[in-house]
């Protein structure tokens, strides 16, 4: 089983690629770097929309909630 990365991990992997994001509808699936699909959950949480499940691709590690809204905030993103 994969360790669960810690915020300070998380945070030095924003730019890494390999990450998507996974909606109601897979065909609402995107990818790219961690920042790109946290920026993406962002805005459809903003839309009152399901923000997604986060996942790397190559480990299978998926983000909780809390993770996602701890990373937002590092990111600048409001809380919405």
């Not at 962002?42 to 809204?69: C, F, M, S, W, Y």
């Amino acid at each position: 089983m994969t360790k669960k990365p810690t915020h300070d991990e998380l945070v030095e992997r924003l730019h890494t690629p390999g990450w998507r994001i996974v909606g109601e509808d897979e065909s609402e699936a995107a990818g790219g770097t961690l920042k790109d699909v946290l920026e993406t959950s962002h805005a459809r949480k903003k839309r009152q929309e399901t923000p997604g499940l986060i996942q790397n691709v190559e480990t299978a590690l998926e983000l909780d909630a809390i993770e996602i809204q701890n990373l937002w905030h590092y990111l600048g993103l409001p809380t919405v």
